[in-house]
Every structure is written in C-alpha cells, then in structure tokens.
C-alpha cells in the first residue's frame, strides 16, 4: 500500500508528507476560490467528522480481512488475540498514562489519543516481509494483530467518546459496563457479518460474473457496516467478520480464480485510494507548523507508543509460546515490535475526534505526528534491521504453490470445455507447474 514494487518501502514513505504537502495545498485552493472555512479547526472534514467512520473504516479493514486465510486465522489465533485484546489496553495505558501523567491533555482526552494509536497498520511492512521472503509466521502473525486490534480499537474508541467529551466522568466510568458493552457491541457485529458473509456466499454461486460479484463485496462491506451500528453492534467487527467469510468461503464455492483475481485487485486499490484520501485529509486539517509547535507532546508519545509496544510483544508472545507449537523467537519478536506501524486507520479515528474535543487540535497533531514518525523512522529501518537478525528468505512455498494448485486445477477444466484452445491452456498450465516447481528448490 504504502510502496511500488520497483521502488519497495522507501516509495511509500512519501505518503505522509505528500498528504501534508498536497492536503495543504487543497486547503488553499479553496480558500483562494472564495471557500471559507472560518472557525478553530474547522476545515474540510470538521463539520461531518463521524462520517470518516462509515466512509473509510469499512474498506480499509475489508480488504485486510479478505487477505487472511482461515487455516492461518486457526492456527495463530491465541497471539491475534492477546495481542489484538491486552497489546490494545497496553497501549492505551501506556500512552494516554504518560500523556496525562506529564500535563499534556486532560485523562478522557489522553486516554482517547491513546486507542486511535493502539490501531496498527503494517501493510507496507507485510509487503517487504513478502519481498525478502521473511517466515510466513510473522507476516501472519502482524497481519492478524492489525486486523483484529483495529476492530477492538474502534470498539474502545466509542467506549471512551464521552469520557473523553466530559459528557461522562471518571467517577461515573464503570470497567465492567464498558466490558458488557464492549461484548454486546462485538457479539452483534460478529453475528450481522456473519449472517452477511454467508448469504452473499450462497449468492455467489448462482452465477460467475466477476464486475456483480465485485461490486457485491462493495455493498456488502459498507451494508454490514451500517446495519451492525444500526442494530447498536460494531460496525467494524461486522465488516471484519464478513471479510473473513468471504475471503476464505464465499470466494471458495462462488468464485473462480480468475474472478478471485479481480476481486482482490480492486480491494487493494479501493485501500490504496482511500489511504491516499485519508493522508491528503492530514494536510487539510493541519499546517506543517503546528508539529513543530507540539514537537514535545509528540515526542513523548512517541516514547510512550515505543515502550508500550516493546513490553505488549515481550510479555503477550512469551505467553503465547507456552501454548502454541511454533514459538515466537526473540528476532521476530524484535520485527514484531518495530514493525508496529501506524497508518490510515489511526488517522481515520484522529479525524474522527468532535470539534467539540477538549485540546482537539494538540490531540490530533500527536497522533498524526506519531503516524509519520512510524511511517518514515521505523517503516526505513524495518530492512536493515530485517538483515541484520538474518531473517530474509525463511518463508516456505506452501501458500503460494496453493494458489497456483488452484489455477492448474481450473485451467484444466477450462482446456477440457474448449477444445479449440486446448494448446493455449496446456502451455499456460506447463509454465504454472514450472514455477510451482522452482518454489520448491
């Protein structure tokens, strides 16, 4: 997402500051045309900031969802979810502690800074563990922290709204209600895209045209999303649950590989545009001054997010190497925990914050300040350090060959219905059995 497949991760990191060099720019442009946006904040986004919930979330998690294999969701869940559960409250003690205990923001506000930061985002990362063939256990395991951490993120996110708004007090703020909300928010919105994901799954198979099927995992993204908040659940896990679904079943038994193919095609690019949207929106709320202004503020975040971090990976990965066979060694553990980034799903919630917020603007500048820093700092030295703990080339074949297995078996049955062409298939089939093969040397 974040980087070409010539240029690798540096290209990517060009996005943040384009986003502030751009988004400012379009600030501009209107503002020369007449467009006045007059007001403490109050800039593109400012007068509709919950809307970046329901316009950017759904995509960003469905195509994260749609990635993830079931057998490799089984086979790490224990890890997915400690780090995806206790890593978040880690974070958010962590963070929103060190913010309030050094008189940056007030607690609700700090607390608030501090889960939109819990939400990982190591796409870019992922893309280079798969450039270098880095082991698959990793990739998985960061890949499924992200997705299901961004969900409980979200949850936490609305839990402490009002805390945070002053709407409700730090007397008032019981752990066991937020618990029983929290369940009742996650039960709905696994039960809604659940429901979702296996209809549009029984749909699916009754015809193979890949432009309806595509824009069916469209409606169903954003549908899931809006009926789970509508029934008073979870939009996102709703969405995260439909992805899963359809990802691992639906494109099982109602899509071909072809059709699969362009499916995931057009997620990665729907999560591509509206990465780019939510990074051009960083420069429209914001001017490059205000990080030298909160420079400070930033920079303890910055500590905070590190050390948080380095203690979620070291305490929940040694906790789950008590249980599961395949351990977590120490050098993944190191990756693990600086290839922790932050991206558009952070900033998404920072643009979500009420104009109303206490310390709005101080709040969303330590959260886009942080984005950046771990785009541009740890996102450059996530190779290098990749290198030196001799973890390149340790990944196997065996989801790669799965998917050419896949193609070989459709390819022949295709060459079976049209004689005419039966050579072309052959060839293509011949070349496919090539390359399965060199995976394997």
């Known amino acids: 997402m974040y980087f070409s497949d010539r240029g690798g991760i540096e290209c990517g990191n060009d996005f943040p500051l384009g986003g502030l060099d751009q988004g400012n720019s379009l600030h501009s442009a209107f503002s020369n045309c007449g467009y006045s946006f007059k007001g403490a904040g109050c800039r593109l986004v400012a007068a509709f900031p919950r809307t970046c919930f329901a316009n950017f979330l759904p995509p960003l998690l469905f195509e994260s969802g749609w990635n993830l294999r079931w057998e490799n969701f089984q086979r790490y869940f224990l890890p997915f979810g400690l780090y995806a559960v206790f890593g978040v409250l880690i974070s958010i003690v962590g963070i929103g502690g060190a913010l309030y205990g050094f008189d940056v923001l007030p607690l609700g506000v700090a607390l608030l800074v501090a889960v939109a930061l819990a939400a990982t985002d190591p796409i870019s990362v992922i893309a280079l563990f798969k450039e270098l063939g880095v082991g698959r256990q990793i990739s998985t395991v960061l890949e499924g922290e992200s997705l299901l951490n961004d969900g409980v993120a979200v949850v936490a996110f609305s839990l402490l709204l009002d805390l945070a708004m002053g709407v409700q007090s730090i007397a008032d703020f019981s752990l066991s209600q937020a618990a029983i909300d929290f369940l009742r928010f996650t039960t709905i919105g696994v039960a809604v895209g659940c429901a979702m994901g296996f209809a549009i799954s029984v749909i699916t198979q009754r015809f193979d045209i890949p432009l309806i099927e595509q824009s069916l995992t469209l409606v169903s993204a954003y549908g899931s999303y809006l009926v789970a908040e509508e029934l008073g659940g979870s939009g996102v896990i709703s969405t995260v649950a439909l992805a899963l679904i359809l990802g691992n ?108 917020l206490p310390d709005r603007e101080l709040a969303a500048a330590i959260v886009y300040g942080v984005v950046i820093f771990t785009l541009l700092v740890q996102g450059l030295t996530v190779k290098p350090l990749i290198n030196l703990l001799k973890l390149v080339g340790t990944s196997d074949p065996t989801t790669e060959n799965n998917n050419i297995d896949e193609w070989i078996d ?23 059995e090539e390359q399965r093969n060199r995976n394997y040397e």
Do not use: C
């Open 249 to 356: 079943y639906g494109s099982r038994i109602g899509m071909n590989p072809h059709t699969r193919s362009v499916v995931t095609e057009f997620w990665e690019l729907l999560a591509f545009v509206i990465t780019s949207i939510v990074f051009l929106l960083i420069g429209d709320q914001t001017n490059l001054g205000i990080f030298i202004d909160y420079f400070p503020p930033i920079l303890i975040a910055i500590g905070a997010l590190l050390l948080s971090r380095l203690i979620g990976v070291i305490l929940l990965s040694n906790l789950s190497n008590l249980f599961q066979t395949e351990k977590i060694t120490w050098q993944e553990m190191v990756v693990l925990w600086w290839g922790g980034l932050r991206g558009a799903v952070a900033i998404a919630l920072a643009l979500s914050f009420p104009t109303q």
């Open 410 to 432: 459709f390819l022949k049955k295709e060459a079976q219905n049209r004689a005419l062409d039966q050579q072309k298939y052959l060839e293509i089939i011949a070349s496919l």
